[in-house]
C-alpha cells in the first residue's frame, strides 16, 4: 500500500462511512480520516474525533512591532479573557480559516469590525483554485530560452517562456490546462511547483533549448548553477544616454555590448549633443539608428546578455577616412558593468588589448552601482470563481460587479493584490507580500489560497450578503468556528496598508 492511500481513502457521495473514520467535505476529494491523521492535503485531519484545519487562523495586527514573526496568540485549550489589544488594527484572514467548499456554505467567517469610524465586514475564505498559475519575473539579461519554449519540472510542462521584458525574462508556469488538462504526471508536478513557488521556495525550472533556472520568490535566480548578482541598467542605447558625460574626454569610443540594442557613443545622438568626434568604428548587425545596433550577435549567457565571449568579434574593420587613428582608445562594457575591456588601435588600426586604465573603472562601477539586484518575483494570478462568490453572496455576480466598482477592497492573506479589468474576478498578487506558507493545495489537483473580500458594512447587505453570518472580530477570536484549531497573530508587512480604502469608505461620495 502506498504512503499516500494509507494516509487517506475517498469515496463517493453517499457510500456507508468507514468506521473510527470521519469524512472531510472541505474540498472535493472528500477523505474519511481516521484519528490522529490528516486527509490529502495536509491541512485537516482528525483530531479528537472532529475534522480540525491543523494550520492556526492568522489575525494581522498592523500596530505589531514582530518583524514579520508569528506569534501564538490563543492557543488550544487556553480561556480568553475577552481583553483585545488595539482591536481596531486587527484583521482576520483567511489563511487558516477553511473554505466554502460545498458551494452552498457560506464563507467560513464574516468579520464585522470598526475602523477609522466605519463599519466594516471583512468576508474570510481559503479558496480552492483550479484556475490559477504564477507569472514570474527574473531580473537578468542572460538568455533562459526562446520565447514559448516549454518550461518543465521534474521532466513535465509546467508552462513556457513568455515576451521578455525591460532587463527580465519572463514565464508562464501554471494554469488549468497543466493542473487539470494532462496526464496525472503533469498535474501533480504542476501543482507542486506552483506551491513552492506561492510559499517562496526554490524550485528548479528546465526550459526547453535553454538554461536550468532555480527560482525563488525575492531571491536572485541560479542560471545553469551561477548565482546571478544583478539586472542590466537598460540596453546598450540607453547605457550611452546615461552615461556619456561620464566618458567625455576620458576615451575616444565607447560600445556598449548588449543582445537587444548595442549602443556606440560616437554615432549616438547622446555623444553628437556632446561633440564627440567620429572613430571609423564599423559594428557587425542590423543598424537601427544612429549609435543604435540590433542583431549583433544571437542570445546567450555572454556579454551583454549575448553568446560571445570576445567582444571584438562585434566590430568589422575600421575607416581611416572616417576617423581612425593609430592609438585610438576604446572601452567596450557590458549592460551590468561585469565585463569590460579597454582597447588601443595599432598601425594597422587593430584593436590591442591594454591593461584598463584607471581613469575608466569609476564610470564601470557607476554601471554597477545603478544595476538593480538580480531578483525572482513571483505573482500568484488566479480567478475568483462560483464557489468563493457564493460563499459571499447568494447572487454571486453583484460580488464581481461590486469589485470592479471598487466598493470591495480584496486581498490575499492580507496582502493587496491588482484585479484585472474585463468579465470575472481574476487576481494578481505578489507572493512575497504574503504571509509564510498562506498557500496550500488539494490532490485534485489545486491551489488552495487565501483571499479576503472587505467593504462597508451596508454595502455588504445591499449585495445580498449572508448578514446572519456576521460575527465580530471578538467572537471569532474567542470562539473560532467549525474547524477552527487555534489562533495566531501575525505582524502585518508595514507595505500592506490596511484597510487602504478606508478614507474613501468614510464618505458618501465613495464610487458605487
Same mark, same amino acid.
Given at each position: 500500500?502506498?504512503?499516500?492511500?494509507?494516509?487517506?481513502?475517498?469515496?463517493?457521495?453517499?457510500?456507508?462511512?468507514?468506521?473510527?473514520?470521519?469524512?472531510?467535505?472541505?474540498?472535493?476529494?472528500?477523505?474519511?480520516?481516521?484519528?490522529?491523521?490528516?486527509?490529502?492535503?495536509?491541512?485537516?485531519?482528525?483530531?479528537?474525533?472532529?475534522?480540525?484545519?491543523?494550520?492556526?487562523?492568522?489575525?494581522?495586527?498592523?500596530?505589531?512591532?514582530?518583524?514579520?514573526?508569528?506569534?501564538?496568540?490563543?492557543?488550544?485549550?487556553?480561556?480568553?479573557?475577552?481583553?483585545?489589544?488595539?482591536?481596531?488594527?486587527?484583521?482576520?484572514?483567511?489563511?487558516?480559516?477553511?473554505?466554502?467548499?460545498?458551494?452552498?456554505?457560506?464563507?467560513?467567517?464574516?468579520?464585522?469590525?470598526?475602523?477609522?469610524?466605519?463599519?466594516?465586514?471583512?468576508?474570510?475564505?481559503?479558496?480552492?483554485?483550479?484556475?490559477?498559475?504564477?507569472?514570474?519575473?527574473?531580473?537578468?539579461?542572460?538568455?533562459?530560452?526562446?520565447?514559448?519554449?516549454?518550461?518543465?519540472?521534474?521532466?513535465?510542462?509546467? /508552462?513556457?517562456?513568455?515576451? @521578455?521584458?525591460?532587463? %527580465?525574462?519572463? +514565464? $508562464?508556469?501554471? !494554469?488549468?490546462?497543466?493542473?487539470?488538462? &494532462?496526464?496525472?504526471?503533469?498535474?501533480?508536478?504542476?501543482?507542486?511547483?506552483?506551491?513552492?513557488?506561492?510559499?517562496?521556495?526554490?524550485?528548479?525550472?528546465?526550459?526547453?533549448?535553454?538554461?536550468?533556472?532555480?527560482?525563488?520568490?525575492?531571491?536572485?535566480?541560479?542560471?545553469?548553477?551561477?548565482?546571478?548578482?544583478?539586472?542590466?541598467?537598460?540596453?546598450?542605447?540607453?547605457?550611452?544616454g546615461m552615461f556619456a558625460t561620464?566618458?567625455?574626454?576620458?576615451?575616444?569610443?565607447?560600445?556598449?555590448?548588449?543582445?537587444?540594442?548595442?549602443?556606440?557613443?560616437?554615432?549616438?545622438?547622446?555623444?553628437?549633443?556632446?561633440?564627440?568626434?567620429?572613430?571609423?568604428?564599423?559594428?557587425?548587425?542590423?543598424?537601427?539608428?544612429?549609435?543604435?545596433?540590433?542583431?549583433?550577435?544571437?542570445? /546567450?549567457?555572454?556579454?551583454? @546578455?549575448?553568446?560571445? %565571449?570576445?567582444? +571584438? $568579434?562585434?566590430? !568589422?574593420?575600421?575607416?581611416?577616412?572616417? &576617423?581612425?587613428?593609430?592609438?585610438?582608445?576604446?572601452?567596450?562594457?557590458?549592460?551590468?558593468?561585469?565585463?569590460?575591456?579597454?582597447?588601443?588601435?595599432?598601425?594597422?588600426?587593430?584593436?590591442?588589448?591594454?591593461?584598463?586604465?584607471?581613469?575608466?573603472?569609476?564610470?564601470?562601477?557607476?554601471?554597477?552601482?545603478?544595476?538593480?539586484?538580480?531578483?525572482?518575483?513571483?505573482?500568484?494570478?488566479?480567478?475568483?470563481?462560483?464557489?468563493?462568490?457564493?460563499?459571499?453572496?447568494?447572487?454571486?455576480?453583484?460580488?464581481?460587479?461590486?469589485?470592479?466598482?471598487?466598493?470591495?477592497?480584496?486581498?490575499?492573506?492580507?496582502?493587496?493584490?491588482?484585479?484585472?479589468?474585463?468579465?470575472?474576478?481574476?487576481?494578481?498578487?505578489?507572493v512575497t507580500r504574503v504571509p509564510?506558507?498562506?498557500?496550500?493545495?488539494?490532490?485534485?489537483?489545486?491551489?488552495?489560497?487565501?483571499?479576503?473580500?472587505?467593504?462597508?458594512?451596508?454595502?455588504?447587505?445591499?449585495? &445580498?450578503?449572508?448578514?446572519?453570518?456576521?460575527?465580530?472580530?471578538?467572537?471569532?477570536?474567542?470562539?473560532?468556528?467549525?474547524?477552527?484549531?487555534?489562533?495566531?497573530?501575525?505582524?502585518?508587512?508595514?507595505?500592506?496598508?490596511?484597510?487602504?480604502l478606508a478614507q474613501l469608505w468614510?464618505?458618501?461620495?465613495?464610487?458605487?
Open positions: 500500500m502506498s504512503e499516500l492511500s494509507e494516509r487517506f481513502e475517498t469515496h463517493e457521495s453517499g457510500e456507508k462511512q468507514i468506521a473510527e473514520k470521519i469524512r472531510c467535505d472541505a474540498c472535493p476529494v472528500m477523505c474519511y480520516i481516521a484519528e490522529g491523521r490528516t486527509g490529502a492535503c495536509d491541512r485537516y485531519g482528525n483530531v479528537g474525533g472532529r475534522i480540525v484545519r491543523l494550520d492556526p487562523l492568522t489575525i494581522l495586527d498592523h500596530m505589531a512591532e514582530t518583524g514579520g514573526a508569528v506569534v501564538p496568540f490563543v492557543a488550544e485549550g487556553e480561556d480568553w479573557n475577552g481583553e483585545l489589544v488595539n482591536p481596531g488594527r486587527r484583521f482576520v484572514t483567511a489563511i487558516g480559516a477553511g473554505t466554502t467548499y460545498p458551494d452552498y456554505k457560506p464563507a467560513p467567517f464574516i468579520v464585522s469590525q470598526e475602523v477609522e469610524g466605519v463599519d466594516l465586514v471583512t468576508v474570510v475564505t481559503e479558496g480552492i483554485f483550479s484556475y490559477c498559475g504564477v507569472k514570474v519575473k527574473i531580473d537578468t539579461d542572460r538568455h533562459l530560452g526562446p520565447e514559448t519554449a516549454t518550461v518543465r519540472v521534474q521532466g513535465e510542462a509546467v /508552462g513556457h517562456v513568455t515576451t @521578455g521584458e525591460y532587463g %527580465s525574462q519572463m +514565464l $508562464s508556469l501554471g !494554469g488549468v490546462h497543466h493542473l487539470t488538462g &494532462g496526464s496525472k504526471a503533469e498535474g501533480r508536478a504542476t501543482c507542486d511547483a506552483l506551491l513552492n513557488l506561492c510559499n517562496r521556495k526554490p524550485v528548479e525550472l528546465a526550459i526547453e533549448g535553454g538554461a536550468t533556472v532555480v527560482v525563488e520568490a525575492g531571491k536572485p535566480p541560479v542560471i545553469d548553477g551561477k548565482l546571478e548578482q544583478r539586472m542590466r541598467v537598460g540596453c546598450g542605447s540607453a547605457t550611452i561620464q566618458w567625455r574626454g576620458l576615451v575616444d569610443e565607447v560600445v556598449v555590448v548588449d543582445d537587444h540594442i548595442t549602443g556606440v557613443v560616437s554615432e549616438h545622438q547622446a555623444g553628437k549633443v556632446l561633440d564627440w568626434q567620429d572613430t571609423g568604428i564599423r559594428i557587425v548587425g542590423r543598424r537601427s539608428t544612429p549609435g543604435r545596433y540590433f542583431k549583433v550577435s544571437e542570445p /546567450g549567457l555572454g556579454w551583454g @546578455g549575448t553568446t560571445i %565571449s570576445d567582444p +571584438l $568579434s562585434i566590430l !568589422g574593420e575600421w575607416n581611416a577616412k572616417k &576617423g581612425a587613428r593609430p592609438g585610438l582608445s576604446m572601452l567596450m562594457v557590458s549592460t551590468t558593468g561585469e565585463q569590460f575591456a579597454y582597447y588601443e588601435l595599432d598601425g594597422d588600426l587593430k584593436p590591442i588589448q591594454k591593461p584598463f586604465p584607471e581613469r575608466l573603472a569609476k564610470s564601470v562601477r557607476l554601471i554597477e552601482e545603478n544595476c538593480e539586484p538580480a531578483l525572482c518575483t513571483v505573482l500568484f494570478v488566479g480567478g475568483a470563481g462560483g464557489s468563493l462568490r457564493a460563499g459571499v453572496t447568494e447572487n454571486p455576480v453583484n460580488l464581481t460587479r461590486s469589485v470592479h466598482r471598487l466598493q470591495t477592497y480584496v486581498t490575499v492573506g492580507g496582502a493587496p493584490v491588482y484585479v484585472w479589468p474585463g468579465g470575472g474576478i481574476t487576481l494578481m498578487v505578489d509564510d506558507n498562506a498557500f496550500g493545495y488539494v490532490p485534485t489537483p489545486a491551489l488552495v489560497a487565501p483571499i479576503e473580500f472587505t467593504m462597508r458594512r451596508d454595502t455588504y447587505v445591499q449585495l &445580498g450578503g449572508h448578514e446572519k453570518e456576521i460575527r465580530s472580530i471578538a467572537d471569532i477570536v474567542a470562539h473560532g468556528g467549525e474547524y477552527l484549531n487555534a489562533r495566531h497573530v501575525l505582524g502585518a508587512p508595514s507595505r500592506n496598508p490596511w484597510p487602504p468614510r464618505h458618501e461620495g465613495a464610487p458605487r
